[in-house]
């Protein structure tokens, strides 16, 4: 398993204030630069940028980016949808790694 334990951090995002979605960023404990160019391989529409290692992906409405110590969603509803849905992003790294 490559992540095994992250941060998660809430937040309106910062060019909308007062919106009423969230952005979540999942801060990691380990480096997952390796495993981008896997996802960017598996997950349809995904685009990976190989001189910044990092891989930005639109699924369900919502922007996700892949960065090598951070996992970031916009357009959550709140922080129990945050939790579920950094929790299946996380599972999905360790998947493909």
Do not use: Q
């Not at 919106?19 to 896997?38: C, H, M, N, Q």
Request: net charge neutral; aromatic share 10%; hydrophobic share 45%.
């Amino acid at each position: 398993m490559l992540i095994e334990d992250y941060d998660l951090e809430l937040m309106t995002p910062p060019c909308d204030p007062g919106a009423e979605t969230w952005s979540a960023f999942a801060r990691l404990k380990v480096d997952i630069g390796e495993v981008l160019p896997y996802l960017n391989a598996t997950l349809r529409g995904a685009i990976y940028r190989h001189a910044a290692k990092a891989l930005n992906w639109k699924k369900g409405g919502r922007n996700i980016a892949f960065h090598s110590y951070e996992i970031a969603v916009a357009n959550l509803e709140d922080r129990a949808e945050a939790e579920k849905v950094i929790r299946g992003l996380v599972k999905l790294v360790n998947r493909t790694w």
